[in-house]
């Protein structure tokens, strides 16, 4: 079974990229989020969840092991298959996706394109436990500053806009490392463009 491809980045379409290794290209299915955090054409690394089919073999690609880890628990929920959990983590960003199964956010759950309120329902009673074994820390507020999450769509906004990964995430802490820790996202990506025209 293959864990982990990496390689250069041959092709990239909006649900999936060919990663090039060692002259063999692979189709690697890819969420929005993973795509924005891949380099333009350079070596890239993607964790790797292998699905087989009758006829095929499919490979799902993800730039963190957090991203893989809750793929493979959204294809565990009964009715959720693995283009669906792709389009789940293509429509929020893992912290997001955590927060709003802590909270019990059917809301933000069903906003996601495909998801309607009975799957949000039901993936939030199959995965709360599995989602607290995960990340246990995120139970505790940190008072004083901002959420991790806050700083993850921030980095992940600036790369969407153009700029590297190094450049958005170093950008993105310093911003909010003494910030409010109630700053909207439009309001931290304010913050940062004033900090990069500097």
């Known amino acids: 079974m293959i864990a982990c491809l990496r390689g250069l980045l041959i092709h990239r379409d909006v649900n999936r990229v060919i990663v ?41 690609g993800f730039a963190t092991e957090e991203e893989k880890s809750l793929f493979e628990m959204l294809i565990s929920v009964s009715g ?55 990340s246990p820390k995120d139970q505790m507020k940190t008072a004083g500053k901002p959420s991790r999450s806050l700083e993850e769509d921030l980095t992940s906004s600036l790369i969407n806009l153009g700029y590297k990964q190094k450049v958005a995430a170093e950008t993105a802490h310093k911003v909010l490392e003494n910030a409010e820790p109630n700053m909207s996202l439009e309001q931290a990506v304010k913050l940062a463009f004033k900090d990069l025209v500097k």
Request: hydrophobic share 40%; net charge neutral; glycine share 8%.
């Open 20 to 60: 090039d290794v060692n002259g063999v290209g692979y189709n690697v299915f890819v969420s929005l989020n993973t795509l924005g955090l891949l380099p333009e054409s350079e070596e890239a690394i993607l964790h790797i969840h292998t699905a087989f089919r009758e006829n095929s073999l499919e490979l799902y």
């Open 80 to 134: 959720i298959g693995p283009k669906t959990s792709l389009t789940i983590l293509s429509g929020i960003s893992p912290p997001q996706f955590r927060q709003a199964i802590f909270e019990k956010d059917l809301a933000k759950l069903s906003s996601i394109p495909g998801i309607g309120k009975k799957s949000a329902e039901r993936i939030v009673v199959e995965l709360k436990e599995k989602v607290i074994k995960l």
